[in-house]
């Protein structure tokens, strides 16, 4: 089965800019998704085919794609971005999510 | 206001089955794919399947075959999930979530989730 491999955590420092990585065979053929998870809360789509943002995203979130692996980059982190963060792909009909990583801003 | 509203929590015991509901509403209820992803505590995202609420056409995780049934009502808008055979780890909370697309292409993504349902499984 198909899958995707996050780092289990990241941490910044506000004002800072992080990236998140998540990667999987072929991914750049599977339009990847990124969901921002605060506790207690349901996810929110932050990124989805690898870079558009949906509307009231702010413009801090970007993402990327490279071949194997689509990356989340937050530009200026805030202290309200401490979250996790699942990335999501397609297969075959099928939707995958990565493990998740927790972002810590210190 | 578009949203999706989810049924309210469950408690069952082991090798019952639970039903989760899932109402649209401000929206076109047979214009989109709802999915169905749970959360164990702690624990991260897990897909269990989808259903297309026009033609019930499902599709579903390869862990979850053969015990979870996806239906959808179009008379009252409402997306049903279906998990029989409960375990002791089936205790999560279930989502609800809208599959949209990228007008006039096959790209697509997942942006209205519900607030979840908690089901508790425990003897």
Redesign the interface.
Known sequence: ?YELTQPPSVSVSPGQTVSITCSGDKLGDK?A?W?Q?KPGQ????VI??YT?R?SGIPERFSGSNSGNTATLTISGTQAMDEA?Y?C?A?DS????????TKLTVL | QVQVVQSGAEVKKPGASVKVSCKAVGYTFTGYYV?W?RQAPGQ????MG?INPNSGVT?F??KFQGRVTMTSDTSINTANMELSRLRSDDSAVY?CVRQDR?RGTH?????L????TTVTVSS
């Open positions: 089965s339009d998704c969901f998870q349901s996810p929110v789509l989805y085919q558009r949906p996790d699942y999501q397609w009909s099928t939707v995958v999510f990565g493990g998740g | 999915h992803v991260g995202l897990e897909w989808w599709k995780a390869q989502y990228i790209v697509y993504y997942m942006d989730w519900g607030k979840g």
